[in-house]
T-cell receptor, first 112, second 113 residues
Framework: QQQVKQSPQSLIVQKGGISIINCAYE??????FPWYQQFPGKGPALLIA?????SEKKEGRFTISFNKSAKQFSLHIMDSQPGDSATYFC???????????FGTGTRLTIIP | ETGVTQSPTHLIKTRGQQVTLRCSSQ?????VSWYQQALGQGPQFIFQ???????GRGNFPPRFSGLQFPNYSSELNVNALELDDSALYLC????????????FGPGTRLTVL
């Protein structure tokens, strides 16, 4: 019930392309869905987050698409750049509860 | 930078020893959570503290314990270290109120030999 499943495990995208990472959850009580970006040797940094009352949220080149009925959400990175090469984690939590349940991560590599 | 600091950066211990990791929350944040991140995995929730009281715990044994101080800084203590405790330990702070945003520190890399 508490799992968040993330795919793919690794992703290679050409510079300028679109990177897409997918997550699925089971617990319908989850109502906060953030994406974190982590560089080697650093802690996770919040990238963008969404609540289930909207189906899409866009911030710059980053977009979250949310499908409540399918219990899935995805991160789209438009015009991917080499600086986007990092590990990305989706997560979910219940509002007011500190516990973030993370996916297993996607290692994204942007090649020239 | 998030304003959350952790110390030390790296630590090497031997099996059976005890360790204390420290976290200084972002100014104005009164809640802190600790996570364990094994190599190649997502962070796993250990526990959270709110106003110096433990307020939620994940699937970690009692040898993982914590403290939060009046200035909202925090400690994670691990007793009787095991090899599997080798991981990156992250703390995350959050302000009170309705925001769910948690800000992570850079972590402490613990190696147990």
């Amino acid at each position: 019930q508490q799992q968040v499943k993330q795919s793919p495990q690794s992703l290679i995208v050409q510079k300028g392309g679109i990177s897409i990472i997918n997550c699925a959850y089971e617990n319908t009580a989850f109502d906060y869905f953030p994406w974190y970006q982590q560089f080697p040797g650093k802690g996770p940094a919040l990238l963008i987050a969404i609540r289930p009352d909207v189906s899409e949220k866009k911030e710059g080149r980053f977009t979250i698409s949310f499908n409540k009925s399918a219990k899935q959400f995805s991160l789209h990175i438009m015009d991917s750049q080499p600086g986007d090469s990092a590990t990305y984690f989706c997560a979910a939590s219940i509002s007011g509860n500190e516990k973030l349940t993370f996916g297993t991560g996607t290692r994204l590599t942007i090649i020239p | 930078e998030t304003g959350v600091t952790q110390s030390p950066t790296h630590l090497i211990k031997t099996r059976g020893q005890q360790v204390t990791l420290r976290c200084s929350s972002q100014s104005g944040h009164n809640t802190v959570s600790w996570y364990q991140q094994a190599l190649g995995q997502g962070p796993q929730f250990i526990f959270q503290y709110y106003r110096e009281e433990e307020n939620g715990r994940g699937n970690f044994p009692p040898r993982f314990s914590g403290l939060q101080f009046p200035n909202y800084s925090s400690e994670l203590n691990v007793n009787a270290l095991e090899l599997d405790d080798s991981a990156l330990y992250l703390c995350a702070s959050r302000s009170g109120g309705r925001t769910d945003t948690q800000y992570f520190g850079p972590g402490t890399r613990l190696t147990v030999l």
